[in-house]
């Protein structure tokens, strides 16, 4: 699933078009993916899908909290979800393969990655590479919580989102460029581009902008 560095990459985008307070806008785009934190395999219900790590029902959630959407934090969780939907089917699969009846990453140069046991790590390394390239790029800073945000979302604590931030400020926001071995730098910045389209189109269908 897209990074949280990705998330804060296509909020900017998205905020250039809805020009709302980007600061809650961005919270309300990382604070989904803080069910890592809560002890229990609930991603889910932060997520809105049926199963983990199944399609994200934005439109589930859309019904639920469609008063709020008027908040940038509440409309920054919707935007999430969608981002997470398009990556799951248009971006995500791209990089991986059926190589020997086996599900394999690509890498760049077109090689499939072999060893299963290995994949893991292998893709979280270089994930890791993008999000620190995208650090770089875009000039990210580090992220901190302001409390007073409302937060009317149940399936989300801001203890929670606190871990989730400092995970994400010690990981992913740091500013080195790394070779990367599967995403190809150029390829990354045009999706968080046709991802952030994607998203004004949903939200003009349901006449958010
Ligand atoms: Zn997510």
Redesign the pocket.
């Known amino acids: 699933?897209p990074s949280a560095t990705i998330h804060i990459c296509i909020s900017k985008k998205l905020n250039k078009k809805l020009k709302i307070d980007d600061y809650e806008f961005t919270m309300g785009n990382l604070i989904?993916?803080s069910w890592r934190n809560n002890g229990e395999p609930d991603r889910h219900l932060t997520?809105f899908s049926e199963k983990c790590y199944q399609n994200e029902n934005y439109l589930k959630f859309y019904e639920k909290y469609k008063k709020y959407l008027n908040s940038p934090f509440v409309l920054g969780y919707l935007t999430?979800l969608m981002t997470?939907f398009y990556y799951r089917n248009y971006v995500n699969p791209r990089y991986f393969t059926i190589y020997k009846n086996k599900k394999t990453i690509i890498k760049k140069d077109g090689s499939p990655f072999l060893p299963a046991e290995e994949h893991g790590p292998f893709f979280r390394k270089n994930k890791t590479f993008l999000a620190n390239y995208l650090t770089h790029y875009f000039q990210i800073k580090k992220q901190k919580l302001n409390r007073q945000i409302a937060n009317p979302i149940e399936e989300v604590n801001f203890d929670s989102f606190e871990k989730s931030l400092k995970y994400i400020n010690d990981h992913e926001l740091n500013d080195k460029v790394c070779e990367n071995e599967i995403f190809d730098y150029s390829d990354s910045l045009k999706n968080i581009d046709s991802c952030s389209i994607f998203i004004i189109n949903e939200l003009k269908k349901l006449n958010l902008v």
């Open positions: 699933m989904p993916d997520h999430h997470d």
